[in-house]
């Protein structure tokens, strides 16, 4: 069966520290791949998505970046965090970009930038 | 894209079934609408799916109406573990991507 481990759980980060958060996916090949930010109290913001290795599309433009290294495999980064970075972290895969995808998520990493 | 429009909030008893509103009056003749919810600190979770007719799962059921301009979520018998955040997404045709909105939070009370 297919699992998606994400991690740190939770996260506390001074203001202009760098950041990386990873996500793999077990048990498919060539998922999609998404990474969601929710800011407390609001809904999901889509950040990135990528359908290969390598192939990253930006939803929102902001100082986070993503790069998918390997096929099952997402990073999140940033090189100078801001508070406005705070906020609940979510990968998620998928398969199929067809009308009947689902999204599957992790677990999340709440991380607060002080 | 078509957007969702929910309320913010719902309470429902406990046992209860639980009607989740949603419009989606600028929906596309092929997009699909999903529903997912997610409680507190979790990652949100798969609930159903539909195109154009009502469609039943193990979780819930999913009615939209015929012009397609908005469905209804029914929880048929509502328990405590079902509150949760509860979202409405009309598909975007391209990318793979789903776009969430704000969502109904639903409380279901002893």
């Known amino acids: 069966s297919q699992t998606i481990h994400q991690w740190p759980a939770t996260l506390v980060q001074p203001v202009g520290s760098p950041l990386s958060l990873e996500c793999t996916v077990e048990?498919?090949?060539?998922?999609?791949l998404y990474w969601y930010r929710q800011a407390a109290g609001r809904g999901l913001q889509l950040l990135f998505y990528?359908?290969?290795?390598?192939?990253i599309s930006s939803e929102v433009p902001q100082n986070l970046s993503a790069s998918r290294p390997q096929d099952r495999q997402f990073i999140l980064s940033s090189k100078k965090l801001l508070l406005s970075d705070s906020g609940f972290y979510l990968c998620?895969?998928?398969?199929?970009?067809?009308?009947?995808?689902?999204?599957?998520f992790g677990s999340g990493t709440q991380l607060s930038v002080l | 894209d078509a957007k969702t429009t929910q309320p913010p909030s719902m309470d429902c008893a406990e046992g209860r079934a639980a009607n989740l509103p949603c419009n989606h009056s600028?929906?596309?003749?092929?997009?699909?609408v999903y529903w997912y919810r997610q409680i507190h600190s979790q990652g949100p979770q798969y609930i159903i799916h539909g195109l154009k007719n009502n469609e039943t799962n193990e979780m819930a059921s999913l009615i939209i109406t015929e012009d397609r301009k908005s469905s209804t979520l029914i929880l048929p018998h509502a328990t405590l573990r079902d509150t949760a955040v509860y979202y409405c997404i009309v598909r975007v045709r391209q990318g793979g991507k789903l776009i969430f909105g704000q969502g109904t939070e639903l409380s279901v009370k002893p």
């Open positions: 048990g498919t090949s060539n998922p999609n």
């Open positions: 990528s359908v290969g290795i390598g192939q």
């Open positions: 600028t929906i596309s003749g092929n997009e699909y």
């Open positions: 998620a895969w998928s398969v199929s970009a067809g009308p009947n995808e689902k999204l599957f």
